[in-house]
């Protein structure tokens, strides 16, 4: 037997796979096992670097700073979803008038790196008389790389499609628009779903470069706190627990979109076949 994409193991290469999985697997809890040794054993676990956690200003600042962290990472995937969207339709146009600016919008942010990006709208628009807000600065320069980035992502998951959806659709007489909008789009969410998580996630750590043009999220904090003599400069361990928290929001966000991936395979509606009327028969049959 075969799949699409791969051929089905047979009884001898299920029994290699599970070797090799158990291997990597102990390999990856030894890795895991000889990074805690070493904390451990330079003293990153001791009491006096762990003191500050139990400071109620600083766990109020650090709820602030995942407050603005979350902020930013909302402001921009709102702003670059809409973004890429508007990208991608210009690109998908049968104008010349919309698919090249886009295009060439498309291809120059996507290819500037995000720290440049901050850098020009935090620096730059100064040149202009424009001041902006570091959380404006972050915020611009993640809606425009992210948003260039799922321009492509939307553009190839409705090419993706069969190419009968969209001649049926033109045959019954809709626009493209409506065909855009009621056929195509619809079928190709589902497919472009993972990749628009994956590229959230990046989105959401990227949202740690504020702290370069000093905006107050997390990352900043650890480098202020990290400091701090008084606490014996506990960078590792402000590291670990900030660590963990971007680890949980991205857990978070792949959970929120497993399920309503599945939530939108529930609500498809099955359409159930007509039964057969029974024919009716004359009373004087």
Known sequence: MSSVLFDVPGPRARVRHRILAVVGSLGVVGLIGFVVYRFYA???FEPRLWEWIQYENI??????RLGNTLSAFAAGAVLAVVLGA???AGRLSDHAFWRVPATVLVEVFRAIP???????FYYGSSSFGIKPTPFMAVVAGLTLYNGSVLAEVFRAGVLSLPSGQAEAAYALG????QVMTSVLLPQALRVMLPTIVSQLVVLLKDTALGFIITYQELLDYVKYLGAQ???GRPLVPL???????????CLLLTWLATWLEKRNRRNKK?????QDAKPVVPADA
């Open 42 to 44: 330079s003293g990153q």
């Open 59 to 64: 766990q109020l600042e650090l709820l602030g």
């Open 86 to 88: 508007v990208l991608a």
């Open 114 to 120: 995000l720290l440049i990006l901050i850098f020009l």
């Open 174 to 177: 809709m626009r493209k628009t």
């Open 229 to 231: 003599g008084q606490f």
């Open 239 to 249: 590291t670990i627990v900030v660590g963990a928290m971007y680890i949980a929001m």
């Open 270 to 274: 099955t359409v159930k076949p007509v």
